[in-house]
Nanobody, 116 residues
Framework: QVQLVESGGGLVQPGGSLRLSCAAS????????MGWYRQVPGAQRELVAR?????STNYADSVKGRFTISKAKNTIYLQMNSLKPEDTAVYFC????????????WGQGTQVTVSS
């Protein structure tokens, strides 16, 4: 079974920065997309940033200019700058893998709290 392990969350003051990491166990060669999502209790999981195998990216309007997604081998990162209280959420990484089937793999989630 493919497992995604996240790290880098924590408590930060408004205007601060964090970098999230997500590493997949083993090698994954048929990745169609990778991304970061976030979720607050009672709300739908929201796409924050996505990166494709050709390294093209897109972002939610709420984080454009502040967050940067990147990848290296079987690891993706989310650099978060100029953090705001409304960025507080549990952040999940996601791998979309298409072979003979379509599968979504999710990290365990990491808490990001932006507060004074």
């Amino acid at each position: 079974q493919v497992q995604l392990v996240e790290s880098g969350g924590g408590l930060v003051q408004p205007g601060g920065s964090l970098r999230l990491s997500c590493a997949a166990s083993g090698s994954i060669f048929s990745i169609n997309a990778m991304g970061w999502y976030r979720q607050v209790p009672g709300a739908q999981r929201e796409l924050v940033a996505r990166i494709l195998p050709d390294s093209s990216t897109n972002y939610a309007d709420s984080v454009k200019g502040r967050f940067t997604i990147s990848k290296a081998k079987n690891t993706i990162y989310l650099q978060m700058n100029s953090l705001k209280p409304e960025d507080t959420a549990v952040y999940f990484c996601n791998w979309l893998v298409v072979t003979t089937t379509v599968r979504n793999y999710w990290g365990q989630g990491t808490q990001v709290t932006v507060s004074s």
